[in-house]
């Protein structure tokens, strides 16, 4: 209940609620799992927002500290390397929406069919949206199962803590596929154009709960705000975002693999809701946790300029998706769930 009225509160100015919310849910998590459990960082993270907003800055700072004194304790000091120089276009971990657009030739090499590993489908075990990728990491064997094997354990953790009906509805979707989707659908306005969907990445899982999309309100969505990152998955369309193109673009059944590290990352230091500008400036946030730097997030003027610096690159030669994204602003008709 906290997860559903508590952004409601916030959007109504009622501060101080959403606190009392927020505040309740921690205690009973914490009585539930023990005061060092990672899992109350998701309660840490919203409080901190809520002072923040309030002004108390102090106590915001006090949570954040806390924050990073239970992830150190949690997943040990030295996790993060620092690789801003290396060139992250076909990384795990990297950016994808209308500013971080992929190119049309973007295809993972790794997919996997997800009935493999146990993962319950919501569709035929054979179509191209049944298939994952390993995602390994880059120091690592490439056969690595990291993202399926992942995956199955987060759904069949919050199955358990649910007790509701949770299956695959989407991973994988070539370029080709949403350019598809795109072009059948776009008069209802409810598929995000090609190019610019972490489904092409292959490591997009859209959440079905009982048979249709993951609410808010599902149990089960409060299991993945509260576990995906153990496992190496963020939302990466959380409310208020403008990375895909149309008004309500917040889709709590998507859940992104960016990799454990980088999820524990985004909760531990990451900007509130901001993943895109995370992933982009990912280099200049390792660092950020390992120099234990507090205050004012530098980090979150990297972005723009690595847009531009893509934007400049593209500009030459504007392909073809990029010109209809920008062309078709979709409205805000009913979402098959295509994003
Ligand atoms: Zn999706």
């Not at 906290?2 to 849910?25: F, H, I, S, T």
């Not at 649910?162 to 989407?170: A, K």
């Not at 949403?178 to 610019?196: F, H, S």
């Not at 200049?284 to 690595?306: F, M, N």
Request: glycine letters at 6%.
């Amino acid at each position: 209940i906290a997860l559903m009225l508590g952004p409601v509160y916030q959007r109504m100015g009622r501060l101080d609620d959403a606190e009392k919310l927020y505040l309740d849910a921690f205690h009973a998590q914490e009585k539930a799992k023990g005061a060092n459990s990672p899992e109350l960082s998701l309660y840490i993270k919203l409080l901190a927002g809520i002072y923040e907003a309030q002004g108390r800055r102090t106590e915001a700072q006090a949570l954040n500290e806390h924050m990073r004194a239970l992830f150190r304790d949690a997943f040990g000091a030295q996790r993060y390397a620092a690789n801003r120089i290396r060139d992250r276009r076909l990384d795990v971990d990297r950016p994808v929406s209308q500013q971080f657009p992929l190119r049309a030739d973007y295809a993972p090499t790794d997919l996997v069919r997800a009935a493999a590993y146990s993962i319950p489908l919501s569709k035929n075990a054979d179509v191209e949206e049944m298939r994952i990728r390993l995602a390994a990491e880059a120091d690592e064997n490439p056969e690595e199962e990291n993202l399926p094997a992942r995956l199955a354990q987060l759904m069949s953790l919050c199955r358990g803590e649910s007790g509701e009906r949770i299956s695959l509805r989407s991973g994988y979707r070539s370029f080709a596929t949403q350019k598809d989707l795109y072009a059948r659908n776009l008069d209802r306005g409810t598929v995000t154009p090609p190019g610019i969907s972490e489904h092409q990445l292959g490591l997009a899982a859209d959440i079905d709960v009982e048979s249709r999309l993951m609410r808010h309100s599902d149990k089960t969505y409060q299991c993945f705000e509260e576990n995906a990152f153990r496992f190496g998955f963020i939302l990466s369309y959380p409310p208020g975002n403008d990375y895909l193109p149309g008004k309500d673009t917040y889709e709590p059944w998507h859940w992104r693999y960016v990799g454990i590290r980088t999820a524990q990352l985004y909760r531990e230091v990451g900007p509130n809701n901001r993943p895109q500008e995370f992933l982009a400036a990912l280099p200049c946030y390792e660092e950020r946790a390992r120099s234990s730097t507090a205050g004012e997030d530098v980090c979150l003027e990297e972005p723009k300029i690595v847009a531009a610096a893509a934007e400049a690159a593209r500009s030459g030669k504007i392909v073809e998706h990029e010109a209809g994204a920008s062309a078709h602003k979709l409205n805000n008709a009913p979402r098959g769930g295509q994003r």
